[in-house]
Every structure is written in C-alpha cells, then in structure tokens.
C-alpha cells in the first residue's frame, strides 16, 4: 500500500495565490467536506493535492483513476495462491510444500484509508469508468463503506470520522475523462485550477530547475505567448515551462534570439500537443518566439 507520511513537501511553491488555494480547499476538509481540484494537464493539481493532505497531519493513501477499475476494485478483491513449506520432522530429508489456492480478501486502500481515517488522494478519478467509482457515494454520504458479499464477514465498514478524500480530475472535455455520477459531483466541493499566475509560474519554474529568475521569467512569457497564440492547438502547462528550463539548465542556454537549439527546443515543447507539424504551426511558433523577446 502506498502510505505517505504527512510532511512538508520538498520543494513546493507557494505563493500568495496559492496560499489562498490551499487555504480553502483545508477550511472545506475541516468541516468534513471532500474537495475536487479540477483543470487541465500540467497546472499543478496532483501537487497541490498531496500538499493540502500533506497539511492535514494524516497518513497519505494515494490512488490513480484507472479505466481498468471495475465496481468491485474500490473496495477490494480476491487474491490468492499461498504456498506452505511443510517441514516434516519425522522424515527429516522431507520437505513438502502445500499449495494452497484459497483465495482471501484483500481491503483495498480506500477501504484501509476510510476504516483509519486517513487521507485519501484520489488522483485524476474521471478516469475510472463512473460504475466504479459509485462505492464513494456511500462512503462520502453515509459514511460507510458497503463490501461485496465475497468479502465475508461483516457487508460494510464504518467510516473512521477523520477519513478526508481529496480528488484531482481533467476537465471533461479531455479525452479519457468520463462524466462522473451527478451524485458524486454533488458531494464534492470543485475548485477550478487555471494556470498559475506570472510570478508563481516563474517560481515553480526555478523551483523545479535551478534556473536563473529572468531566465525562467523568459519561459513564462513565451509559454504565455504560445497560450494566447491561435494555431497551437494544446496549450502548454508549467510542465512545459519546466522542460524547457531543464534543458536550458543543462545545456547552459541564455534567452537569446540567435540561439538554433534553444528556438528548436522551444519548438519542439510549444508544438507537444500539436496532432501534426506544418508550415502553419511552425509559422505560428517562429511569431511567439519573436515576440517573446520583445519587450512589452
Ligand atoms: N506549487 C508548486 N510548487 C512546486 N512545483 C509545482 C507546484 N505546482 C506544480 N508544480 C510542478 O509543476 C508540474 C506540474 O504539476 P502537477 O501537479 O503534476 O500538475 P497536474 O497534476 O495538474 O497535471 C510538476 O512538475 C510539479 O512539480
Ligand atoms: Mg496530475
């Protein structure tokens, strides 16, 4: 199971907005509400997700959205197979071993978090079809935790009151995203994630590179440039900005507008998310690229 202890995350940025962020997504898990941060790739949900559980001073349980899940997997399921090495000390050169297939339930680690009561960080759960994720209304809403029958035992568990969930989702025009159950989205409290503003964005760009300020301050501008620009189909997150001050950083590259392999590499991120390169993409990335060297 992947447990997180609760500590200060390495490296995170936090600036006066998303001071604010954080901020009302603690007073929502406090008052027990569970909170959804919802945008689009690369604008900093997953870490702001395991930040905010990260302050609430609980065991972490990290879990992915997976199209694979079905309705069962969120609780548990059957696994089995135990092998026994049989000793037998009347024979002494006997050594037996005993397969045995019985299966046994296994608690899966919303189960484990909500019996606990600790963190849950349900990342990018529209990914999982919406029959999967239908265990969580009951858990959010009554407080319990309904098994299937295979499980044995008891047919439910009781919700610890300090189980918190936070959840991170695409919009759903994404690809790959499924709308979830209106009665799930209910239960949720959605904060809307845009890309960060220019100074947090420059921030988090240093934080993850080690690049100079008025450098990375150049990416920013020319990552927003390339948002605003028609023709660049996907936009680019601060993911991209990260990437392109990584290779800055390693190749020891300044902003300069002479610089072939910083134009290509700069290409090469702003037209990621491009289906295909034509002369009109490339036309587009040569004006933002201009651009960003002219002073405002
Ligand atoms: N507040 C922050 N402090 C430091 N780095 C951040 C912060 N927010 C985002 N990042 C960095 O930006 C990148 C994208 O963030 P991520 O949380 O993975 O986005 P998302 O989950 O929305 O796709 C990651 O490399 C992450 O480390
Ligand atoms: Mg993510």
Known sequence: ??????????????????????????????????????????????????????????????????????????????????????????????????????????????????????????????????????ALLTVLEEGMVVMPSMRGGEGYVRVDPRFRAIFTSNPLEYSGTHRPPDALRDRLVTLHLEYYDEETEISITVARSGLDWDSAKWIVRLVTLGRAAKGLSAAVSTRGCIAIARAMEARGMNPDPNDQLLYAVSRDVLTSGCTRMTGKEEAVVGEVWRKSFCSE
């Open 1 to 134: 199971m992947m447990l997180i202890e609760p500590q200060a995350s390495p490296g995170f940025v936090e600036t006066p907005g998303i001071k604010a962020l954080v901020d009302r997504a603690l007073i929502y898990l406090e008052v027990g509400l569970a909170v959804n941060l919802s945008g689009p790739s690369g604008v900093g949900k997953t870490t702001l997700a395991l930040h905010v559980a990260g302050q609430l001073g609980r065991p972490v349980v990290f879990i992915s959205g997976d199209e694979q899940f079905r309705s069962g997997d969120m609780m548990g399921g059957l696994f089995g197979y135990r092998r026994r090495r049989v000793v037998d000390n009347f024979v002494h050169s006997v050594l037996k071993t005993e397969d045995d297939l019985m299966e046994r339930w296994v608690d899966s680690r919303l189960t484990m978090a909500c019996k606990y009561g600790f963190t849950l960080v349900y990342d990018e759960f529209t990914r999982s079809r919406p029959e999967a994720n239908n």
